[in-house]
């Protein structure tokens, strides 16, 4: 219809410029039209009508004389246009494994072997290329999908490259958009635009999901200490199963390792799930996360994903300073030593100048109390203080405990005491900053009276006070715990800072009892009371919920503390990608980032391959390192980053990868059709439904790319001009019959 009333179609119109064809001066144009403005005016504002209904007649008497002093001036198009025979049109058809669901890449060739083919090559010369891992040449359209890759940024600039020794006028991409190579990204895009070349998409597949159920993403800890308690965070979506059960699992190998029963969202709509389980002994592990498989599903293959976590074998140690002898550090010492993979090392303060020292590994270790040099506070990997006043630190020890956190990264918790917190003048020291609320800028802060504590929200599904496997069940265990002994007041949780655990003294009232927050590289957290030990001697002595507590406290303050070397990959599993991107931070011997290092990653892989990659400075980011390397085989890859100041060792770091192929097809399996229209709206084509194709190749035409000629066609004698003109003197003798002016 559009080309019926216009002439041409309306991609002529989109590619186009308006010129006029007479010659004649704009001005002229706008004069005329002025003056006709003028002399309708005139004439009708003289006769004997009512204001308005001159205005309206008057108006359409000068918009029809507006038009044909248009039409005069022969309005046209300017618009380039392909010289025929002279320009090569590449179509890509996607090959890859997605485009064999629902029979898609045959709708592909059928639909090019249905008459459109033919019409483009009568056009112009046609070069078939297949499309999925990277680009080939074609001698015939492909009969099967037979790549477990789409990677359509490199297939496309790969056309695009060939302008430069063919006369490239377009490319028309037949593909469901499953870019599942991430080729598409800003760069990529900016390169096609400036090809100039015009890229025309067909789409094939579904747009919605139908009777599916997927796992789009899976998060958990990469690192983590031996026998852990973890949690994966599972975000799935589903179509047609809308509130049906389904069993979520996290297996290690053929072991279960953790199975709950969850309700699926409603349709096309994402849910997120929680699932904890045990890490188990050190080692790497490669988890798979599933969902059953649901009756009907049309892809089961899209129901489980592989996540990777480094278990490792070490034991990070804690220094407990503690100004009095008190029962909180008794059986919060207690909790460490049933835990195998912690080393707690305690002081505590007998008389001001003496103390009494535990799980020292040298008599020299803490001879003269709290540490103040970096060399001997840095070789921790948390701290906890105690019921001990600011002013007993030095200025340099309390700068020491902020670095502590800040530059080390390690882990900080303060405890609540008579002697500590507001009461201890902490409120005024350095590490008032580091604390996750704002203290009460006065005394009498502590008190010695009982208090019920109830968990948060966010303490309802942290793993810190998971203490009972069932949310519920360990809501209402935590209530059910013994009043602690004491409490301290604080104020407000800072922003950012995270309250797991409130306390509700009987006197009334609610302060934050357990809040935590991230600071600098490290974690503080303050547990506002002295008085947990109470959970333990006012229970059965066969109940573990404090030993759990404390376990998972101390575990949590100290398992993401890294070394001087601090090893990450872009990603855990590559997908059909074998493009690593390497990255270290790498810190110094006073823990400072070092710009000057030497660093290398040492790669084991799948049938004996090694490398050695060099990792150089990233500009603008002191300590930071990267480095890419090529993992061609499938399968778990051991990578160690070693850094080196000169001929010393400043550290190293150990990471896991893993390579698979044949997956990232399975997922997201409808069309991306926002791909597709996104990469013709940038490049100067069109998208198109395979319904629609047959407009291509007379649209396909119209482009400034290989080798083209200005061509100008003439609008002024369009049907819908003289339709319009038609329409205002019809417009006009009806209302003047109407209004009796005729």
């Known amino acids: 219809m559009f080309e019926f009333l216009f002439n041409y179609p309306l991609t002529v119109f989109q590619k186009g410029t308006l010129v006029f064809a007479s010659g004649w001066p704009l001005w002229l144009l706008g004069a005329l039209v002025l003056a006709a403005a003028a002399l309708v005016a005139w004439l009708f504002l003289r006769k004997p009508l009512p204001r308005a209904r001159a205005l309206v007649l008057g108006g359409l008497q000068w918009a029809a004389i507006a038009l044909l002093l248009l039409m005069l001036f022969q309005p046209a198009v300017s618009v380039s246009q392909l010289k025929p025979q002279q320009n090569v049109v590449a179509v890509l058809v996607d090959t890859s494994r997605s485009m064999a669901l629902e029979e898609r890449l045959g709708k ?19 070069r078939l290329y297949s499309a999925a891992r990277d680009l080939s040449r074609l001698e015939s359209l492909p009969a099967m999908a037979t790549q477990p890759v789409t990677n359509l940024g490199d297939s496309l600039q790969g056309a695009t490259g060939e ?100 309700r699926l969202p409603d349709d096309g709509q994402s849910s997120r799930e929680v699932i904890s389980f045990q890490s188990g002994p050190a080692g790497a592990k490669a988890l798979r996360v599933s969902l059953a498989v649901l009756d ?13 976590v480094n278990v490792e074998d070490r034991k990070p140690r804690i220094l407990y300073f503690e100004g009095e002898p008190r029962w909180e550090m008794k059986f919060i010492r207690r909790a460490a030593e049933l835990d195998a993979n912690l080393e707690l090392v305690s002081i505590v303060r007998t008389t001001q100048n003496k103390f009494y020292r535990q799980g020292v590994t040298d008599p020299k270790e803490l001879e003269h109390g709290f540490p103040d040099s970096i060399e001997e506070l840095f070789r921790y990997q948390g701290i906890i203080i105690g019921n001990v006043e600011a002013g007993y630190f030095n200025a340099q020890q309390q700068s020491l405990l902020k670095e502590f956190a800040d530059r080390r990264g390690g882990g900080v918790l303060f405890l609540g005491g008579r002697a500590t917190l507001s009461d201890g003048g902490w409120n005024h020291s350095p590490a008032a900053d580091m604390l996750p609320v704002l203290l009460p800028d006065r005394k009498g802060t502590f008190h010695r009276e009982p208090a019920a504590v109830e968990l948060t929200v966010a303490g309802r599904d942290s793993l810190v006070t998971r203490v009972e496997e069932s949310p519920d069940k360990n809501m209402a265990k935590w209530k059910s715990l013994p009043m602690i002994a004491d409490y301290q007041e604080t104020g407000a949780a800072k922003p950012g800072a995270l309250v797991l655990a409130e306390l509700r003294p009987t006197s009334g009232g609610r302060f934050p009892l357990l809040a935590t927050q991230n600071f600098g590289r490290g974690r503080v957290a303050l547990f506002a009371t002295g008085g947990s030990w109470r959970w333990q001697m006012g229970q059965d002595s066969k109940d573990m919920s404090h030993e759990v507590f404390w376990q998972q406290l101390l575990r949590w303050m100290v398992s993401d503390v890294s070394g001087r070397v601090a090893a990450v990959t872009s990603r855990q599993v590559y997908e059909d990608d074998a493009r690593i991107v390497l990255q270290a931070g790498v810190r110094d011997m006073n823990y400072l980032p070092s710009a000057e290092a030497t660093v290398e990653a040492h790669i084991l892989g799948p049938g004996g391959a090694a490398a050695v990659v060099p990792l150089r400075p990233v500009t603008g980011v002191p300590g930071a390192y990267t480095g890419e390397w090529r993992a061609e085989a499938p399968g ?92 205002l003197k019809a417009a006009e003798w009806l209302l003047r019959r109407k209004w009796g002016a005729v």
Do not use: C
């Open 296 to 308: 009907g599903e049309t892809n089961d293959k899209n129901n489980a994903v592989t996540r990777l």
């Open 163 to 262: 302008a430069a020794t063919l006369p490239i006028g377009a490319i028309v991409l037949l593909s469901d958009g499953a870019d599942n190579a991430g080729g598409l990204d800003t760069n990529t895009m900016a390169a096609l635009r400036r090809s100039r070349i015009p890229i025309h998409t067909i789409g094939f597949g579904r747009e919605q999901m139908d009777r599916d159920l997927e796992i789009t993403d899976a998060q958990i800890p990469v690192r983590s200490l031996p026998d852990a308690r973890l949690s994966a965070t599972v975000t799935l979506r589903q179509a047609g199963y809308a509130g049906k059960p389904v069993r979520l699992m996290v297996q290690d190998g053929s072991k279960t390792l953790a199975t709950r029963e969850i």
């Open 108 to 126: 592909a060739v059928g639909l090019l072997n249905s008459g459109l083919l033919e019409q483009l090559k009568k056009r112009f010369p046609v």
């Open 636 to 727: 778990a890859y051991l990578t160690e980053i070693v850094a080196k100041q000169g001929e010393t060792e400043l550290g190293r770091d150990v990471l896991n990868f893993r390579r698979e192929d044949g997956v990232a097809e399975n997922f997201r399996t409808e069309q991306n059709r926002e791909l597709l229209e996104r990469i013709a709206q940038q490049t100067g084509g069109r998208y198109y439904k395979p319904e629609d194709a047959g407009r291509l190749p007379q649209e396909i035409e119209y482009s400034d790319a290989g080798i083209s000629v200005k061509e100008t066609h003439g609008i002024w004698n369009a049907p819908a001009a003289f339709l319009l003109l038609a329409g």
